[in-house]
């Protein structure tokens, strides 16, 4: 008797376990496979970082279990483009964007932080020690960015220095923009306080690194879904208030914060 109970009730377990995990619904985001530490970077070839917690919480809570796939950032963006990938975790807002991702309510007002964003990432200039004495002593303006203006190719950014008809130089991977920087002595980087953070001290830039004190641009980043892949609108914006749940939760993202 007992061994037949026992069976019982492990068949229960696996039959409920079973229906349980049925519900799930698997998608598949992709990220930019640049280091943007303290947000998306990848480490032993996982992709982590405080946006993948925020965003994995969010979907546990609405069914859904994410794959990422990390990949250089143009690909990412033509990926979810043509349905290759269910959304990209995490994009800013660019009109442009907008013609094949579903985005959150009034993204386009970008001069406001957005209540459906998965974080803010505010934007510094970074140029050598020497050549500080303009731009950090007042509010800077793209104007007054020492050229030649070093950014990574397809963000945003780009858009919006090119909409002011002030060229940049445009770069693949992060690390290249520094080492421009370092070996012409000149002009400047635009990027994360964390990222320039972390290259200012290592080695190769210790000492030789100036990030200016006030943020050049703030932009909210989203968890965007592929007008091409399986997320509806509808389930998109369930999706995104659990998003502002779990980024609100005074509980939770301290301790997540303190991993980084």
Same mark, same amino acid.
């Given at each position: 008797?007992?061994?037949?109970?026992?069976?019982?009730?492990?068949?229960?377990?696996? @039959?409920?376990?079973?229906?349980?995990?049925?519900?799930?619904?698997?998608?598949?985001?992709?990220?930019?496979?640049?280091?943007?530490?303290? @947000?998306?970077? =990848?480490?032993?070839?996982?992709?982590?970082?405080?946006?993948?917690?925020?965003?994995?919480?969010?979907?546990?809570?609405?069914?859904?279990?994410a794959?990422?796939?990390?990949?250089?950032?143009?690909?990412?963006?033509?990926?979810?483009? !043509?349905?290759?990938?269910?959304?990209?975790?995490?994009?800013? +807002?660019?009109?442009?964007?907008?013609?094949?991702?579903?985005?959150?309510?009034?993204?386009?007002?970008?001069?406001?932080?957005?209540?459906?964003?998965?974080?803010?990432?505010? +934007?510094?200039?970074?140029?050598?020690?020497?050549?500080?004495? +303009? =731009?950090?002593?007042?509010?800077?303006?793209?104007?007054?960015?020492?050229?030649?203006?070093?950014? =990574?190719?397809?963000?945003?950014?780009?858009?919006?220095?090119?909409?002011?008809?002030?060229?940049?130089?445009? !770069?693949?991977?992060?690390?290249?923009?520094?080492?421009?920087?370092?070996?012409?002595?000149?002009g %400047?980087?635009?990027?994360?306080?964390?990222?320039?953070?972390? +290259?200012?001290?290592?080695k190769?830039y210790?000492?030789?690194?100036?990030?200016?004190?006030?943020?050049?641009?703030?932009?909210?980043?989203?968890?965007a879904? %592929?007008?091409?892949?399986?997320?509806? =609108?509808?389930?998109?914006?369930?999706?995104?208030?659990?998003?502002?749940?779990?980024?609100?939760?005074k509980?939770?993202?301290?301790?997540w914060?303190?991993?980084?």
């Amino acid at each position: 008797m007992l061994k037949k109970a026992i069976c019982f009730f492990v068949w229960l377990f696996i @039959f409920f376990n079973n229906a349980v995990w049925a519900e799930v619904k698997k998608i598949v985001l992709c990220t930019d496979n640049n280091f943007w530490y303290p @947000f998306t970077y =990848l480490k032993n070839d996982i992709v982590q970082g405080l946006h993948i917690d925020i965003v994995n919480q969010a979907l546990i809570m609405q069914d859904y279990v994410a794959e990422y796939k990390p990949m250089p950032w143009a690909t990412c963006q033509d990926a979810a483009r !043509f349905g290759a990938v269910d959304g990209i975790a995490t994009i800013s +807002y660019d009109p442009s964007r907008e013609t094949y991702l579903f985005f959150p309510e009034k993204s386009d007002n970008t001069a406001k932080k957005s209540p459906w964003r998965v974080s803010q990432a505010d +934007y510094f200039v970074v140029t050598i020690r020497e050549n500080t004495k +303009y =731009l950090s002593h007042q509010n800077p303006t793209f104007r007054h960015v020492p050229a030649p203006i070093r950014l =990574l190719s397809s963000y945003a950014l780009v858009n919006d220095f090119q909409q002011q008809d002030i060229y940049v130089e445009q !770069f693949m991977e992060n690390q290249e923009r520094y080492d421009k920087l370092v070996s012409e002595r000149s002009g %400047s980087v635009i990027d994360l306080a964390e990222t320039a953070f972390y +290259y200012s001290n290592k080695k190769q830039y210790q000492n030789q690194l100036f990030i200016h004190p006030k943020p050049i641009d703030s932009k909210s980043y989203y968890l965007a879904f %592929s007008k091409k892949g399986r997320v509806s =609108l509808e389930d998109a914006r369930e999706i995104w208030k659990s998003i502002v749940q779990v980024r609100t939760d005074k509980s939770v993202l301290p301790e997540w914060l303190d991993k980084y």
